[in-house]
């Protein structure tokens, strides 16, 4: 098991309403990487934070945010949820400049009905 | 723009038989490669990277990956499947400008006893 840690592992919520998803980083690490799974698919790249600022987006709409506080330890926030933003939320922690992999939390299963 | 590409979907292999997951990439300058595995519910588990230097790389549980330059391909190998090696198997690229990882598709590896 790596260190990361994601809450809640499931949820489910209504389309409109917003969600939070958080996630504690590995000892060490200071980078953040947010990931959307959806059904068959492989990960797709949500955006990246270093030094609490974000450092490089995906394709995706601003309606998904995030923070990255002191600690490392990191929030996806998702507005205006759409039936389609139903997936696994994954998040990886890695060190900066460094060859060293990313470590994954184990997921957030996001249901928006 | 960098890409990778996991041609078959499904890989079926009678235990004790060798195995073999492909994966095939799109990079400018030098590749940093991944191979992640991903067992049902559950988050990405680190299995092995290519960095730079010998162009087969061993990694966790028995699982080595061959780097051909030539050929971009960077596929995922073990001597001998067993039937807990069952699962989702994702090759990736870290992105040269920020760190990202790129995904393929996955290739569902099934091991029958």
């Known amino acids: 098991e790596t260190g990361v840690t994601q809450s809640p592992t499931h949820l489910i919520k209504t389309r409109g309403q917003q969600v939070t998803l958080r996630c504690s980083s590995q000892s060490g690490h200071n980078t953040v990487s947010w990931y959307q799974q959806a059904l068959g698919q492989g990960p797709q790249f949500i955006f990246q934070y270093y030094r609490e600022e974000e450092n490089g987006r995906g394709n995706f709409p601003p309606r998904f945010s995030g923070l990255q506080f002191p600690n490392y330890s990191s929030e996806l926030n998702v507005n205006a949820l759409e039936l389609d933003d139903s997936a696994l939320y994954l998040c990886?922690?890695?060190?900066?400049?460094?060859?060293?992999?990313?470590?994954f939390g184990q997921g957030t299963r996001l249901t928006v009905v | 723009a960098q890409s990778v590409a996991q041609p078959e979907d499904q890989v079926n292999v009678a235990e004790g038989n060798p195995l073999t997951v492909k994966c095939t990439y799109s990079?400018?300058?030098?590749?940093?490669l991944f191979w992640y595995v991903q067992y049902p519910n559950r988050g990405l588990q680190f299995l092995l990277k290519?960095?730079?230097?010998?162009?087969l790389v061993k990694g966790s549980y028995g699982f080595e990956a061959e780097f051909n330059k030539s050929q971009t391909s960077f596929h995922l190998k073990k001597p001998s499947a067993l039937v807990s090696d069952s699962a989702l198997y994702f090759c990736a690229v870290r992105d040269i400008s920020g760190g990202k990882l790129i995904f393929g598709q996955g290739t569902e590896l099934s091991v029958k006893p």
């Open positions: 990886a922690s890695s060190l900066r400049d460094t060859n060293t992999e990313a470590f």
């Open positions: 990079v400018s300058g030098n590749p940093y």
């Open positions: 290519y960095i730079t230097g010998d162009n």
